[in-house]
Every structure is written in C-alpha cells, then in structure tokens.
C-alpha cells in the first residue's frame, strides 16, 4: 500500500512564525498535493507539484509556499502565520487518477 | 469556472438504502471520485468513475452522467460504521496539468439504529 506519512499530527503555531508542515510518500509518485480542509468549505488545493522542483498554485496559494528538492517529499511553508490559517492541512499523492491522502496535520495558530 | 455541489448532510436508518448526489461543472473532466472521510482522519478512496453508468464495488455503487454533469454515490445495507463526510471530487485536466482534484464540501451522513 502507498503510505502517505505527515510529519506531525498536531501543531501549536504562533502568529508570525515560519511553519514547515512536511510530507513524504514512499510509492515514487509524480503528483503531489496540499490541501487544507474547513468546515463548510471542504478541501481547497493550495499547491500542488508534479515533477521535482516543479510547483504550481492552486485556489488558495496566498501566504504559503512549497519546496519540492526529492521526488519523495513536499512541504508545504507558511511564510509568516496568522490566525486564519488554522485549519486541518492534508497531503496527496498520486501517480494517476487516484490520490493517496495523508492523516493530516491540524494546525493551530495563536 | 468550477463547481461542485453536494447536499451538506442526510441520515439514514441502519439497514437501510441511501444515494448522495452530485453536480458540477468544470472545463477539463476527467473522472469523478467519491471517497469517504471519518472524523479527524484521512479521506480513503471509495470509487472512481470515467465513463457513463454505474460502477458496483460490494455495498457501495457510483454513477455517472458526464451530459448532465451528474453522480450518485449509492450505500446499500447501511451500517452504523458508514456514519462519515462522503466527498465527491472531479478530476479537471484543463490548464494543459496533469490533472487536479476539485472536492465538493462534502455531505455527512449519519446512520441511526
């Protein structure tokens, strides 16, 4: 089975901090995908990434980045976070039509 | 543009029948995939359709009619374990990408003994 591994399951951020939510697949898949998810919103793509140092934003890039070094790993980057960024943020991966999501990474900023 | 739209939560007795539906519109559809989420944890994926009809895998069903822009999720034989958010995602190519999902905001279902 492909494994989607988040590197943390809960976060306590500060307003203004720099956070790094990690995310490593361990099937050689192309694509890879952070969403963030809210109530009454559902899933709403940040960036996604299909080739190593290859980014493309989604609906919702302002105030993140992503880094794509090794075909394995994604990470997503708030530059500077703020209270409206708490939410549950979720990795992908795929290597054609069906996605292999992450458990997720509920952050909270305060 | 893109849309997808789902109910935001339906219940159902255990034991019972229930259909989740599903419209959208988007430029670049590639397929339809419904998964299902528990709470606090990951969506896991249920069904994926790309042509016409209906695709049958043990109790659950999915349908597709790519001219109406419509899908069902179909459960059979409910079970308190189906109680979950069921989110129904389209795959848009459009942009020349190698193909994106657009998630509805998914629709809860509860099932009651």
């Known amino acids: 089975d492909v494994k989607v591994t988040q590197s943390s399951r809960y976060l306590v951020k500060r307003t203004g901090e720099k956070v790094f939510l990690e995310c490593v697949q361990d099937m050689d898949h192309e694509n890879m995908f952070w969403y963030r998810q809210d109530p009454g919103l559902g899933l709403r793509l940040i960036y996604f990434?299909?080739?190593?140092?290859?980014?493309e934003k989604g609906d919702i890039p302002e105030g993140y980045s992503v880094s794509r070094e090794k075909k394995e790993r994604f990470s997503l980057i708030l530059e500077s976070a703020s209270t409206n960024q708490t939410s549950m943020y979720l990795c992908?991966?795929?290597?054609?039509?069906?996605?292999?999501f992450g458990s997720g990474t509920r952050l909270t900023v305060v | 543009g893109q849309n997808i739209d789902q109910p935001t939560e339906m219940t159902a007795t255990e034991g019972a029948i229930v259909q989740i539906n599903c419209t959208y519109q988007t430029s670049g559809f590639n397929g339809l995939f419904w998964y299902q989420q528990h709470a606090g944890e990951a969506p896991t994926f249920l069904s994926y359709?790309?042509?016409?009809g209906l695709e049958e895998k043990g109790r659950f069903s999915s349908f597709l009619s790519r001219s109406k822009g419509y899908s069902y999720l179909l459960l059979k034989e409910l079970q308190m374990k189906d109680s979950a958010s069921y989110l129904c995602?389209?795959?848009?190519?459009?942009?020349?990408?190698?193909?994106?999902?657009?998630f509805g905001q998914g629709t809860t279902l509860q099932v009651k003994p």
């Open positions: 990434s299909y080739d190593v140092k290859m980014k």
């Open positions: 359709n790309v042509l016409d």
């Open positions: 995602a389209v795959r848009d190519v459009s942009s020349g990408n190698t193909g994106k999902l657009i």
């Open positions: 992908a991966s795929s290597l054609g039509a069906g996605y292999t």
